[in-house]
C-alpha cells in the first residue's frame, strides 16, 4: 500500500536556525514527489515536484532533496514567514491518486 | 494563467440538509480534477476524480457525490448531510498526460454540519 509519513508533526525553530523536514515514501513505482506549503485556513501552494534518486530543487531559503525512500526539505536560515505546515504526497506510476502526509507544522520564532 | 476558484469559503448546514460546493477552473482545457478533504492533523484524503466530463472515480464510500457537468467545473454534493461530513474540502486540478503531475488546490471549503 503506497504510504507517505512526515517527520516530526511540528518543528519550532528560532529565526536563523536552519533544519530539516523529512517525508519516507512506500509507493510502487514513483511518478512524483511533491511538496507543499499551506497557511492555515487556506488550500495548500505547490513548491516543487521531484522524480527520481538525486534530484534537488531550490527555492529561496527551501531546498528539497529525493532518494528512494525519503525526501528531505531543508530550510536554510527561516524567518518568522516561513511559518506554515509543509505537506509531502507522492503519486505512483500510471495513477491519479496523490497519497499525502499528515504535514509538518513549522514555527519559526522571531 | 490557470486559476481556479472554490466557493464558497466557509459554510455551516444543519445535518439532514443537502450540500453543493462548487469549483470552476480557468486557463486551461481538459484538466483532471479533484475533490480532497482534510481532517484537523491529518492529510488530504482524496474523495474524486476526474479526468473528463461525465468521468467520476470514486476513492472512498461516503456520503457525498461528484458531477463535472462541463469541462472545467466540478461539483461536490450531498443528498442528505451527516455531522461526520464536517471539514476543509479542497478542490485542486492538474494537466492531463504529459510529465506535469502536481494539483493545484483552491483555498478550501470549511465546512461545519451541526
Known amino acids: 500500500e503506497d504510504q507517505v509519513t512526515q517527520s516530526p508533526e511540528a518543528l519550532r525553530l528560532q529565526e536563523g536556525e536552519s533544519s530539516s523536514l523529512n517525508c519516507s515514501y512506500t509507493v510502487s513505482g514513483l511518478r512524483g514527489l511533491f511538496w507543499y506549503r499551506q497557511d492555515p485556513g487556506k488550500g495548500p501552494e505547490f513548491l516543487f515536484t521531484?522524480?527520481?534518486a538525486g534530484e534537488e530543487k531550490e527555492k529561496e531559503r527551501l531546498k528539497a532533496t529525493l532518494t528512494k525512500k525519503e525526501s528531505f526539505l531543508h530550510i536554510t536560515a527561516p524567518k518568522p514567514e516561513d511559518s506554515a505546515t509543509y505537506l509531502c504526497a507522492v503519486r505512483a506510476r500510471g495513477g491519479f491518486k496523490t497519497i499525502f502526509g499528515a504535514g509538518t507544522r513549522l514555527f519559526v520564532k522571531a | 494563467s490557470q486559476t481556479i476558484h472554490q466557493w464558497p469559503a466557509t459554510l455551516v448546514q444543519p445535518v439532514g440538509s443537502p450540500l453543493s460546493l462548487e469549483c470552476t477552473v480557468e486557463?486551461?482545457?481538459?484538466?483532471?480534477l479533484y475533490w480532497y478533504r482534510q481532517a484537523a492533523g491529518r492529510g488530504l484524503q482524496l474523495l474524486f476524480y476526474s479526468v473528463g466530463i461525465g468521468q467520476i472515480s470514486s476513492e472512498v464510500p461516503q456520503n457525498l457525490s461528484a458531477s463535472r457537468p462541463q469541462d472545467r467545473q466540478f461539483i461536490l454534493s450531498s443528498k442528505k448531510l451527516l455531522l461526520s461530513d464536517s471539514g476543509f474540502y479542497l478542490c485542486?486540478?492538474?494537466?492531463?498526460?504529459?510529465?506535469?503531475?502536481?494539483?493545484?488546490f483552491g483555498q478550501g471549503t470549511r465546512l461545519t454540519v451541526v
Open positions: 521531484l522524480y527520481s
Open positions: 485542486a486540478w492538474s494537466n492531463p498526460g504529459g510529465t506535469d503531475t502536481e494539483a493545484f
Open positions: 486557463g486551461t482545457s481538459n484538466p483532471n
